[in-house]
């Protein structure tokens, strides 16, 4: 029935391309997962959305999941650019879609409607080396051929925006900035049981080297030595980097083990999400050193968790944390030590911290990441 309406009588049709979520780990997860809820959640949405593939079939799909062979990443690679040069586009016509959004950064190279691809950071061009130059070198090609055809960019924070105004290279280019949503959000009435039984700070992330994970390691030994808090342990919630290139689990595990820190810090590996919830319930602090984001999802996590939070000095986590989190004076150990230690002792920090989480929390609620979404969409048609 709704292919015989004319366009006049039916909403603009969005069609979103959550492909990706076969592989995704990290920040791409999250933002396309709070998208779908969003949407899912929303009771008069100003588009109709078509979800593509079907989200139900892509959460029961366990083939390119986990740790998998050689030829299924093959696969799954050529899978990834044949859905972008071929596939989707033949979607967005038999959809008839008047947008298509790429959550994955990469759009499809032609389609029917405006194409918008979601660039959530510049790291492919400040990382270069934590990519196969190959595979970087033809991803980056597709991406600057699907940008220079009727496309518009969404990113995440001002912060992104810049970075990549300055790296694209493509001026006339419009770039949005759209605050994402979080979709971890403390549930008040959940009571799990406690993961450890000790107090400890905790981190949740892919092991990548841009996470600083080392230095959170030295910084943690650093601050067990100046104060004595043996009680506090660190937990270090992720699994292995996706590629070799990015991957900084063994250097992390190494470091524990050279500093004896072998019973204090805790490699619960991947979690199912009630897990991750229990182990953000329980926690004292969070702390999120990394050099390199475009957003920085799991500081909203922790402000829905009443958690006070330490970050790195990074434009982004700056950004999306504003005057509710803390931050050390510069990248080394003894920065990060000194700022543990302030927030474990002084009790007033830590109320304040998590009042102005609270506060900061309101601004990255799902139905205003839509409406705002949405408004950026209307924007662009």
């Known amino acids: ?114 194409k918008v691809s979601v660039i959530h950071d510049a790291a492919f061009w400040e990382n270069p080396d934590h990519y196969n130059s190959y595979w970087r070198r033809y991803f980056l090609a597709l991406l600057d051929f699907s940008l220079h055809r009727n496309a518009q960019a969404v990113t995440i924070t001002e912060y992104s925006k810049k970075q990549l105004q300055k790296y694209l290279g493509i001026p006339r280019l419009p770039v949005h900035v759209v605050y994402p949503a979080t979709n971890v959000v403390a549930k008040p009435t959940l009571t799990s049981e406690r993961p450890l039984s000790s107090p400890y700070f905790l981190h949740v992330g892919v092991m990548e080297k841009r996470k600083n994970l080392v230095t959170l390691v030295r910084a943690y030994g650093h601050f067990l030595k100046e104060t004595d808090k043996t009680d ?93 989190v803390i931050y050390p004076k510069d990248h080394t150990m003894e920065a990060f030590a000194e700022v543990m230690g302030r927030v474990v002792e002084d009790v007033p920090l830590r109320k304040s911290l998590i009042e102005k989480g609270n506060k900061r929390l309101i601004r990255f609620g799902g139905q205003r990441f839509l409406d705002d979404l949405e408004e950026c969409f209307l924007r662009m048609l």
């Open 1 to 114: 029935m709704k292919r015989s309406l004319k366009s006049k009588d039916r909403k603009k049709r969005i069609l979103v391309d959550i492909y990706y979520l076969h592989v995704a780990q990290t920040g791409i997860r999250t933002y396309t997962e709070a998208l779908i809820e969003s949407v899912q959640s929303a009771v008069d949405p100003q588009f109709e959305y078509i979800i593509s593939p079907s989200y139900a079939s892509i959460k029961s799909s366990t083939f390119f999941k986990g740790k998998t062979p050689k030829w299924k990443n093959l696969l799954y690679q050529l899978l990834y650019f044949l859905r972008k040069a071929v596939v989707l586009p033949i979607l967005t016509h038999w959809h008839r879609s008047d947008l298509v959004f790429s959550p994955d950064i990469l759009s499809p190279l032609w389609s029917r409607g405006v």
């Open 232 to 324: 506090i342990k660190l937990v270090l919630v992720g699994q292995r980097g996706p590629r070799k290139e990015l991957d900084d689990y063994d250097n992390v595990i190494q470091e524990v083990d050279q500093l004896g820190l072998g019973d204090q810090v805790v490699f619960p590996g991947f979690v199912s999400r009630e897990v991750l919830e229990s182990y953000y319930q329980h926690a004292f602090v969070y702390i999120f050193p990394s050099l390199n984001e475009g957003f920085g999802m799991p500081v909203l996590e922790a402000f829905s968790y009443q958690l006070p939070v330490i970050i790195s000095q990074q434009g982004a986590l700056m950004e999306v944390g504003g005057d509710a």
